[in-house]
């Protein structure tokens, strides 16, 4: 979704006005239809805290309808050579989504070599604002490893009950980078243990054969 945003973003201080079609469930920014809110708080609340109607949100923002940018999500999954993917929606909640570790690394290298993603997903909060309101919300990272590790950078959290508990994540260290990709965690905290544990593994390994 944000790769496919960035092709067609224009402006971060661009006001989208949210609608009731927006509104997702679980994780979500609280607001409201009828609340303006900008492309820039979207973007980063969608990275940083996985809000799912910052998704949706932003998606429209493009002018495209949902449909037509599920469809560009799809020419760009083919274009980076993701032969076991398909997107179904923006926020990722439909259990039609489908995609290989493989893939995931594959995207998510594409991902974390553009600036605006990689400096969103290495921000630890971002303070949303309602921009015809006094309301704010503050947007918290998903990714713990941003407060307790010096090695594990970028990353990205996701689950449905389809999936389980899935993480994809860039550690580097000595100039040494690796990305780990981790499906089907059966708890959040084992999530991040076991891809904790993949990430030191693979750059203790690298930087012992430098």
């Known amino acids: ?33 009828g609340d303006v809110v900008t492309t820039k708080d979207l973007f980063l ?31 760009k999954a083919k274009s980076l050579g993701l032969s076991r993917t398909y997107f179904a929606d923006p926020s990722g909640l439909d259990p039609r989504n489908i995609a290989s570790a493989r893939d995931i690394f594959v995207l998510a290298e594409a991902a974390f070599e553009q ?15 309602v921009v015809n309101s006094k309301r704010s ?4 990272t998903t990714n713990p490893f941003l407060s307790t590790s010096e ?19 860039r550690g580097s260290r000595e100039n040494h980078d690796v990305i780990a990709v981790l499906f089907g965690a059966p708890s959040s905290s084992m999530r991040f243990q076991i891809a904790g544990l993949l990430v030191h593994d693979a750059l203790s390994s690298q930087v012992r054969e430098q």
């Open 137 to 140: 919300y503050l947007i918290k």
């Open 1 to 33: 979704t944000a790769l496919v945003y960035l092709d067609y973003h224009s402006s971060w201080k661009k006001n989208i006005t949210i609608k009731a079609k927006d509104d997702t469930e679980p994780a979500k920014v609280p607001i409201k239809a």
């Open 151 to 169: 090695d594990i950078l970028e990353g990205k959290t996701g689950y449905i009950d389809e999936s389980g508990y899935n993480f994809v994540v």
């Open 115 to 129: 600036p605006d993603i990689r400096k969103g997903m290495l921000k630890k909060s971002h303070r949303l604002h």
């Open 45 to 75: 609340a969608m990275l940083i805290g996985s809000k799912n109607n910052a998704a949706k949100a932003l998606a429209r923002s493009t002018g495209l309808s949902e449909k037509e940018f599920v469809v560009r999500m799809n020419m």
